[in-house]
Nanobody, 114 residues
Framework: QMWFVESGGGSVQAGGSLRLSCRGP????????VAWYRQVSGNEREMVAR???????VYADSVQGRFTISRDNAQNTVTLEMSTLKIEDSAVYYC????????WGQGTQVTVSA
Protein backbone atom coordinates (compact mmCIF):
# COMPACT_ATOMS: atom_id res chain seq x y z
CA GLN A 1 0.00 0.00 0.00
CA MET A 2 1.53 3.29 -1.12
CA TRP A 3 -1.29 5.67 -0.25
CA PHE A 4 -3.98 6.30 2.29
CA VAL A 5 -7.32 4.49 2.08
CA GLU A 6 -10.21 6.68 3.20
CA SER A 7 -13.67 5.52 4.23
CA GLY A 8 -16.80 6.58 6.07
CA GLY A 9 -18.23 9.19 3.76
CA GLY A 10 -21.87 9.41 2.84
CA SER A 11 -24.89 11.66 2.52
CA VAL A 12 -26.34 13.45 5.52
CA GLN A 13 -28.60 16.38 6.21
CA ALA A 14 -27.25 19.64 7.51
CA GLY A 15 -26.68 19.41 11.24
CA GLY A 16 -25.85 15.74 11.06
CA SER A 17 -22.65 13.86 11.82
CA LEU A 18 -20.23 11.54 10.06
CA ARG A 19 -17.12 9.66 11.10
CA LEU A 20 -14.35 9.35 8.55
CA SER A 21 -11.39 7.05 8.82
CA CYS A 22 -8.19 6.64 6.85
CA ARG A 23 -5.53 3.98 7.00
CA GLY A 24 -2.02 4.99 6.10
CA PRO A 25 0.94 3.13 4.71
CA UNK A 26 4.28 2.21 6.11
CA UNK A 27 5.98 1.27 9.30
CA UNK A 28 6.93 4.94 9.78
CA UNK A 29 3.31 6.08 10.06
CA UNK A 30 3.68 6.78 13.75
CA UNK A 31 6.61 9.13 13.15
CA UNK A 32 4.70 11.48 10.85
CA UNK A 33 2.02 14.11 11.11
CA VAL A 34 -1.20 13.23 9.28
CA ALA A 35 -3.77 15.62 7.88
CA TRP A 36 -7.28 15.45 6.49
CA TYR A 37 -7.90 17.48 3.36
CA ARG A 38 -11.00 18.14 1.29
CA GLN A 39 -11.60 19.16 -2.25
CA VAL A 40 -14.62 20.41 -4.12
CA SER A 41 -14.45 19.78 -7.83
CA GLY A 42 -12.69 22.66 -9.56
CA ASN A 43 -11.26 24.06 -6.34
CA GLU A 44 -7.93 23.72 -4.59
CA ARG A 45 -7.55 20.96 -2.04
CA GLU A 46 -7.62 22.49 1.46
CA MET A 47 -6.40 21.16 4.77
CA VAL A 48 -9.16 20.54 7.29
CA ALA A 49 -7.27 19.18 10.30
CA ARG A 50 -3.80 18.00 11.14
CA UNK A 51 -2.44 15.86 13.96
CA UNK A 52 1.26 15.60 14.73
CA UNK A 53 3.06 12.43 15.71
CA UNK A 54 2.83 13.67 19.28
CA UNK A 55 -0.86 14.49 19.12
CA UNK A 56 -0.71 18.25 18.60
CA UNK A 57 -3.74 19.31 16.57
CA VAL A 58 -4.53 22.14 14.18
CA TYR A 59 -7.93 22.79 12.64
CA ALA A 60 -9.02 25.01 9.80
CA ASP A 61 -11.08 27.92 11.10
CA SER A 62 -14.07 26.67 9.12
CA VAL A 63 -14.28 23.41 11.10
CA GLN A 64 -12.97 24.46 14.51
CA GLY A 65 -15.34 23.28 17.20
CA ARG A 66 -17.22 20.93 14.88
CA PHE A 67 -14.60 18.42 13.76
CA THR A 68 -12.31 16.26 15.90
CA ILE A 69 -9.22 14.50 14.60
CA SER A 70 -7.55 11.59 16.37
CA ARG A 71 -5.06 8.88 15.54
CA ASP A 72 -4.39 5.27 16.43
CA ASN A 73 -0.77 4.46 15.63
CA ALA A 74 -1.23 0.78 16.39
CA GLN A 75 -3.72 0.59 13.52
CA ASN A 76 -2.11 3.22 11.26
CA THR A 77 -5.43 5.04 11.24
CA VAL A 78 -6.61 8.60 11.64
CA THR A 79 -10.24 9.43 12.35
CA LEU A 80 -12.18 12.60 11.67
CA GLU A 81 -15.35 12.98 13.68
CA MET A 82 -17.55 15.58 11.97
CA SER A 83 -20.59 17.08 13.64
CA THR A 84 -22.98 19.95 12.97
CA LEU A 85 -22.27 19.44 9.30
CA LYS A 86 -22.97 22.26 6.88
CA ILE A 87 -23.72 22.19 3.19
CA GLU A 88 -20.33 23.78 2.54
CA ASP A 89 -18.62 20.76 4.14
CA SER A 90 -19.60 18.74 1.07
CA ALA A 91 -16.43 17.58 -0.64
CA VAL A 92 -14.18 14.61 -1.25
CA TYR A 93 -12.06 14.06 1.85
CA TYR A 94 -8.50 12.73 1.73
CA CYS A 95 -5.62 11.97 4.09
CA UNK A 96 -1.94 12.52 3.54
CA UNK A 97 1.30 13.20 5.36
CA UNK A 98 1.44 17.01 5.20
CA UNK A 99 5.25 17.23 5.47
CA UNK A 100 6.07 14.12 3.43
CA UNK A 101 3.36 13.93 0.80
CA UNK A 102 2.66 10.65 -0.96
CA UNK A 103 0.27 9.70 -3.72
CA TRP A 104 -3.31 10.73 -3.05
CA GLY A 105 -5.83 7.98 -2.45
CA GLN A 106 -9.35 7.87 -3.84
CA GLY A 107 -10.83 9.85 -0.99
CA THR A 108 -14.31 9.53 0.46
CA GLN A 109 -17.27 11.63 -0.64
CA VAL A 110 -19.20 13.65 1.91
CA THR A 111 -22.47 15.21 0.77
CA VAL A 112 -24.45 17.46 3.09
CA SER A 113 -27.92 18.49 2.00
CA ALA A 114 -30.41 20.99 3.33
Amino acid sequence: QMWFVESGGGSVQAGGSLRLSCRGPGSTFRTKAVAWYRQVSGNEREMVARISRGGDIVYADSVQGRFTISRDNAQNTVTLEMSTLKIEDSAVYYCNFPFAMIYWGQGTQVTVSA
